[in-house]
């Protein structure tokens, strides 16, 4: 379960990696939020921009920027189907530009099944 004011580690090749969450969508008055919903963040701790060829536009994030992100993992067990459990020993989260667009090109680490949405499955290359 992830509250307000939680701090995720973003898990894909972007340069923010802890996000602190202040806006859990889906429900007005909602408290926590699981695997598959989106959420508002401030970037915490960022990287600084690697050196990259020239003509590659890329928007590097500063610290306190406001990030929109899917969450994929959490320390949460998600029950399956057939009784088994899943959980992760921390809370991931990939970032996303407006709407639906992925702002990273790949992320590291498995993805749980609840994500099989069209849009997310070819970024997915490992689902568990």
């Known amino acids: 379960m992830i509250?307000?004011?939680?701090?995720?580690?973003?898990?894909?090749?972007?340069?923010?990696?802890?996000?602190?969450?202040f806006q859990l969508y889906k429900g007005f008055k909602r408290k926590t939020t699981f695997v598959g919903y989106f959420i508002?963040?401030?970037?915490?701790?960022?990287?600084?921009?690697?050196?990259?060829?020239?003509?590659?536009?890329?928007k590097f994030n500063k610290k306190g920027d406001v990030c929109r992100g899917l969450i994929i993992r959490t320390a949460r067990h998600i029950h399956k189907k057939d009784g088994s459990l899943t959980f992760f020993y921390n809370n991931n989260i990939v970032l996303l530009k407006k709407k639906q667009d992925l702002k990273s090109k790949y992320l590291f680490g498995?993805?749980?099944?609840?994500?099989?949405?069209?849009?997310?499955?070819?970024?997915?290359?490992?689902?568990?």
């Open 3 to 21: 509250f307000k004011e939680t701090w995720l580690s973003v898990s894909d090749n972007t340069n923010v990696r802890w996000l602190q969450a």
């Open 40 to 58: 508002k963040g401030a970037a915490k701790i960022v990287e600084p921009p690697r050196i990259e060829y020239k003509g590659f536009k890329f």
């Open 110 to 128: 498995p993805v749980p099944l609840q994500l099989r949405r069209k849009k997310f499955l070819n970024l997915f290359k490992t689902i568990i």
